[in-house]
């Protein structure tokens, strides 16, 4: 799903973050928030959901069903 590796990263750029601050705030490293973002795998729902609480999205908006970041 190339869209959420899509998302996942501009979210991260948004806030000037790397994905080492990333993956150690999800408890991974950062070789796997590489891999989320590239879209060679997808992360847990979990992880997911942290995404979405940690920087105020929507899973609507992560999964690319709108492009308004609140969801639907």
Same mark, same amino acid.
């Given at each position: 799903m190339q869209i959420v590796g899509e998302r996942l990263r501009a979210l991260r750029e948004g806030m000037k973050m790397t994905q080492a601050q990333v993956g150690k705030l999800l408890g991974v490293p950062q070789t796997s928030v590489l891999r989320y973002e590239s879209g060679l795998h997808t992360p847990t729902a979990e992880? @997911?959901?942290?995404y979405a609480?940690?920087? +105020?999205?929507? @899973?609507?908006y992560i999964?690319?069903?709108? +492009?308004?970041?609140?969801?639907?």
């Open positions: 992880k @997911l959901l942290w609480d940690y920087f +105020d999205v929507s @899973l609507d999964f690319g069903r709108t +492009d308004k970041p609140e969801g639907k």
